[in-house]
């Protein structure tokens, strides 16, 4: 017989093992190639692995609130839960009508009263805190960490400089720029990054790390401190004071912050971060998981939430000819908008600024040149929809108002403009409009804002966001800024977390050599063709014409089928692609696919891979570069061709050129 001594001890010392067994946890995904490990020791580590890569290295991640606790810091758990879910969810309004949401669920549950979750997917890995406190808190610091083993080549859009030189004032940006490429220790220590970015990670792989389900909590930047292979997450301070200011008094600045980043709610979620991961970059201009991570909707009823096309004034200048009044910010003007869009079947006509009387931040005070109620009884009657044009504060000091007003006169809704921030404040007045919008039956096309982060699934009427360096970039920017190659990596990484307002569409195209910024009457970079395509590749659910109705009436085939390209898609199939060089992409609607495809500045020869169309015989109206391309961007030829029986098409691209088909079932 033991002695009780020595049992007792033998007890211990198992009982140590099995608590130093439980600090390491792991979640895979459910094809088991995807694992995130989880270390509880003197603080909360995470590290991510794609088969035998490490593609995220030990990495701390914590919230330090401003009464000294910190939430990860000498983690006590008090227990873990797993799960697995295999669903589907339905999207209404998306860029596939259903979408497989398939992962491996971690919980660890700690005696503070918060937790820590991990998703691991067949495409990536997120986590986020959650809290059950009894009561409210602020939180001062959020430790995000993404540490790498190797100091791999980062793609990152940097806030622009323009004469920002402080980490605070780069919090005011309109989060447009093109991309960087550069090793991660060489990242500049003194420039904010937005998101999303992508990392290039061992064999190949990329990492697109970005956020999701951001509500009532500030976005993240990630920086380079140290020189070191790492990424840390930066978060605007929650806003004290601001003042009216900038574009036309049209905009909030910060001038006084508190010491803290967020006020919570004693039981809250707090942001996905997440992080994409793909063996071939064509994956990445795939992927669902910030629309799967994000908060279901809100709105019960959807079925008057409609996208579609927008004819537009403000990139053209109002720039119309052959017409006897006098063009500009008028009700003939718009008249004229909408019987082009009436004749194109295009759902909608936007009032870009203009129509609200300048420098009062009120959209109550219209200019005496535009009779609304008159513009919206001439589109309804044309079946045009109007949407106007609102600066950030002229709409957040009267939203409300504003709202119920226009959507009683017939308004079908707001592009709303000049957020250019992502503190707690900003994010929370989109919510706000989102839930107002919504009341009220009104789109909301969110302009001078942050990236999607799925708000547009808990809100399916926000339809669009900007947050891309779109068209309209065209109209200043210098030669040496190349929207060409910006056009081939965008989707694969911006493009991820949703939904673009890009704004193409242009019937002036220019070669490299003869691109130059036109204010009045600007003109795109790359082939004419290009500009068709991208109504295919890039994902928009309400979708600009950025030119001129006359441009477009002179270029009738272009303007036919652009106006036929469907706005929301029941499949999606990423063909090919590699960031910064190419990108082709099928979309199919009803019985219909179509496939668009961009190339950079070299002229390029592709095989596409049309298997998932099936057995039968189909025909494609196909939109190619001319064979004068190269020197005339707008030259192209338009035919109708057989697709192969093999289902290899085989295609060619012109320098900043593209590729656009329709295909059909005989």
Excluded: C
């Excluded at 998306?94 to 660890?108: A, Q």
């Excluded at 990492?207 to 401190?225: C, F, H, K, Q, W």
């Excluded at 991208?534 to 001129?548: G, H, K, Q, R, T």
């Excluded at 036919?560 to 499949?571: G, H, L, Q, R, S």
């Amino acid at each position: 017989m033991k002695h009780p001594f020595f049992l007792f001890v033998l007890l211990m010392t198992f009982g140590q093992f099995a608590a130093l067994a439980q600090q390491n946890f792991t979640v895979q995904s459910p094809d088991g190639k995807i694992k995130a490990t989880v270390d509880l020791k003197d603080k909360i580590t995470y590290a991510v692995f794609h088969e035998d890569d490490q593609v995220i290295a030990p990495s701390p991640i914590s919230l330090q609130l401003t009464n000294g606790e910190t939430l990860g810091a000498k983690p006590r758990l008090k227990n873990s839960k797993r799960s697995a879910v295999n669903k589907t969810i339905q999207t209404p309004i998306y860029k596939r009508s259903e979408i497989k949401d398939h992962y491996n669920e971690l919980v660890l549950n700690f005696k503070d009263d918060y937790s820590v979750i991990f998703r691991a997917y067949n495409d990536g890995v997120a986590y986020r805190f959650t809290t059950s406190k009894r009561k409210d808190f602020n939180v001062q610091h959020e430790e995000a960490n993404f540490n790498f083993n190797k100091d791999y080549t980062a793609i990152v859009p940097y806030v622009k400089q323009e004469r920002k030189t402080s980490i605070e004032e780069q919090f005011n940006n309109s989060f447009e720029n093109t991309y960087t490429h550069a090793p991660l220790s060489q990242l500049n220590p003194e420039r904010l990054a937005f998101l999303p970015l992508a990392v290039e990670v061992a064999n190949g792989k990329k990492v697109v790390i970005t956020e999701a389900d951001l509500e009532s909590y500030p976005g993240m930047y990630l920086i380079n401190r140290n020189g070191q292979p790492s990424l840390s997450g930066v978060f605007a301070a929650y806003p004290k004071r601001v003042e009216q200011g900038g574009h036309n008094q049209l905009q909030l600045f910060v001038k006084e912050r508190e010491n803290y980043i967020a006020k919570a709610k004693g039981t809250q979620e707090f942001p996905w971060r997440v992080m994409v991961i793909a063996e071939e970059d064509k994956e990445l201009a795939d992927s669902d998981m910030v629309y799967k991570l994000a908060d279901p909707s809100r709105v019960k009823d959807v079925s008057w939430i409609k996208p579609g096309k927008v004819a537009w004034d403000w990139w053209n200048d109002w720039n119309i000819s052959g017409v006897d009044f006098r063009a500009g910010i008028n009700n003939d003007t718009y008249k004229h908008y909408i019987d082009f869009a009436a004749e194109n079947n295009i759902e909608y006509v936007i009032l870009d600024e203009g129509w609200a009387v300048n420098l009062q931040a009120d959209l109550m005070q219209v200019v005496p040149e535009i009779d609304l109620k008159e513009l919206i009884a001439y589109g309804k009657q044309k079946n045009v929809g109007i949407i106007l044009w609102a600066g950030f504060h002229a709409f957040d000091r009267d939203m409300e108002n504003v709202s119920r007003h226009y959507a009683d006169m017939g308004v079908k809704g707001f592009k709303v403009d000049f957020m250019d921030r992502d503190d707690q404040k900003a994010v929370d007045f989109y919510y706000r409009a989102a839930e107002v919008g919504a009341k009220n039956k009104l789109l909301i096309d969110f302009h001078g804002a942050y990236k999607p982060t799925g708000l547009q699934r808990t809100y399916p009427n926000v339809i669009n966001f900007e947050g891309v360096h779109g068209l309209e970039q065209m109209k200043w920017s210098s030669p040496d800024v190349d929207q060409v190659t910006y056009d081939v990596t965008m989707p694969f990484i911006r493009m991820l977390a949703g939904p673009i307002d890009y704004t193409q569409g242009a019937m002036r195209n220019a070669t490299r050599s003869n691109y130059r910024p036109v204010n009045s009457e600007p003109m795109s970079q790359g082939t004419r063709t290009r500009q068709l395509a991208e109504y295919v590749v890039f994902e928009s659910p309400i979708n600009m014409l950025a030119d001129s109705p006359t441009n477009y009436r002179k270029e009738q085939e272009s303007t036919d089928f652009i106006a036929a390209v469907p706005e929301t898609w029941d499949n999606t199939v990423a063909l090919d692609g590699k960031i910064g060089e190419h990108i082709a992409v099928a979309r199919r609607k009803g019985n219909e696919w179509y496939v668009g495809a961009l190339t950079n500045w070299d002229p390029r020869e592709m095989e596409l891979d049309l298997s998932f169309l099936g057995e039968g015989n189909y025909k494609a109206e196909v939109f190619r570069d001319g064979i004068n391309a190269d020197r005339k961007a707008s030259d192209y030829k338009h035919e109708v061709i057989d697709v192969p029986q093999d289902r290899k098409l085989k295609i060619t691209m012109a320098p900043g050129g593209g590729y656009v088909a329709r295909i059909y079932k005989q």
